[in-house]
T-cell receptor
Framework: EAQVTQNPRYLITVTGKKLTVTCSQN?????MSWYRQDPGLGLRQIYY???????DKGDVPEGYKVSRKEKRNFPLILESPSPNQTSLYFC??????????????FGPGTRLTVL | SQKIEQNSEALNIQEGKTATLTCNYT??????LQWYRQDPGRGPVFLLL?????KEKRKERLKVTFDTTLKQSLFHITASQPADSATYLC?????????FGAGTRLFVKA
């Protein structure tokens, strides 16, 4: 089944404890992206990757890191989480970054709480 | 800065009627505009994409219009059903970034 998977789905952690949220897609998509979703603010793009080893900042990159060493995986790293990073996180992928195939497929989401 | 506005108030309609949702944007010239559906606790699901040179796109009971002069898209669901109740997000895409609106919650009453 074609899908985007994220792990963990739920995470409660404490301020300053490094964490990684994994994202994997099995559709051979070039483009992958991370978003956070907060009430009233909608989805905001954190980082995106056009292809392996190519990443760039979205609108809200502060406090996050990403890497794209393999085409299928795009982990999101919080080196020192803070309470303002409590949010619902979504990973997404699309066949191309631009073009008619840039509809995005989303993962199920990761609900992160930072105490 | 780029901005997308969707009606933040929920839209309540009766089953069988046409639901019309609005997406307005400023300071942006998107190549594409997309609409997604999101159910509570789930990731958005792609519905329709319309290009800047297209005025209208249809898919089954869904219709999207795109007016680049008004900087507005309208999303219509005809013959609405209770199963259409969800939050609908519009998104602007161009280059490598995508900008999403906050979404409009639709409730369809039986």
């Amino acid at each position: 089944e074609a899908q985007v998977t994220q792990n963990p789905r739920y995470l409660i952690t404490v301020t300053g404890k490094k964490l990684t949220v994994t994202c994997s897609q099995n559709m051979n998509h070039e483009y992958m992206s991370w978003y956070r979703q907060d009430p009233g603010l909608g989805l905001r793009q954190i980082y995106y990757s056009m292809n392996v080893e190519v990443t760039d900042k979205g609108d809200v990159p502060e406090g996050y890191k990403v890497s794209r060493k393999e085409k299928r995986n795009f982990p999101l790293i919080l080196e020192s989480p803070s309470p303002n990073q409590t949010s619902l996180y979504f990973c997404a992928s699309s066949l191309e970054a631009s073009g008619v195939y840039n509809e995005q497929f989303f993962g199920p989401g990761t609900r992160l709480t930072v105490l | 800065s780029q901005k997308i506005e969707q009606n933040s108030e929920a839209l309540n309609i009766q089953e069988g009627k046409t639901a019309t949702l609005t997406c307005n944007y400023t300071n942006y010239s998107p190549a594409y505009l997309q609409w997604y559906r999101q159910d509570p606790g789930r990731g958005p699901v792609f519905l329709l994409l319309i290009r800047e040179n297209e005025k209208e796109k249809r898919k089954e009971r869904l219709k999207v219009t795109f007016d680049t002069t008004l900087k507005q898209s309208l999303f219509h669901i005809t013959a609405s059903q209770p199963a259409d109740s969800a939050t609908y997000l519009c998104a602007l895409a161009g280059g490598f970034k995508t900008i999403f609106g906050a979404g409009t919650r639709l409730f369809v009453k039986a």
